[in-house]
Nanobody, 121 residues
Framework: QVQLVESGGGLVQPGGSLRLSCAAS????????MGWYRQAPGKQRELVAA???????NYVDSVKGRFTISRDNAKNTVYLQMNSLKPEDTAVYFC???????????????WGQGTQVTVSS
């Protein structure tokens, strides 16, 4: 079935870097936008970064200049490069995308399972 699988999360020291990957299976990317969200315990999920079909990107103010979202349509993969990480970046990160399924050509919005990013010394 259609699925988004995140990888690349883990424990990193402040100032370090991580690259998150979100690979789609069972379908191909569709729609105008895809993005990364994050949610810390007890807090609302927030949009961190989004990228549209034309390549334009948008970031929450707290990560501007530090995070970069990109995509590779040939690999059906979305990336989030995170540099200069801070403890306040600690959260579960989720990718989100619109896909056209291979099996039925259905248009679906899909969330990844989430990957934990912990920034701590």
């Amino acid at each position: 079935q259609v699925q988004l699988v995140e990888s690349g999360g883990g424990l990193v020291q402040p100032g370090g870097s991580l690259r998150l990957s979100c690979a789609a299976s069972g379908g191909v990317f569709s729609g105008n936008a895809m993005g990364w969200y994050r949610q810390a315990p007890g807090k609302q999920r927030e949009l961190v970064a989004a990228i549209i079909t034309g390549g334009s990107t948008n970031y929450v103010d707290s990560v501007k200049g530090r995070f970069t979202i990109s995509r590779d349509n040939a690999k059906n993969t979305v990336y989030l490069q995170m540099n200069s990480l801070k403890p306040e970046d600690t959260a579960v990160y989720f990718c989100n995308a619109n896909l056209i399924t291979y099996s039925s050509s259905r248009y679906v919005n899909v969330w990844g399972q989430g990957t934990q990013v912990t920034v701590s010394s």
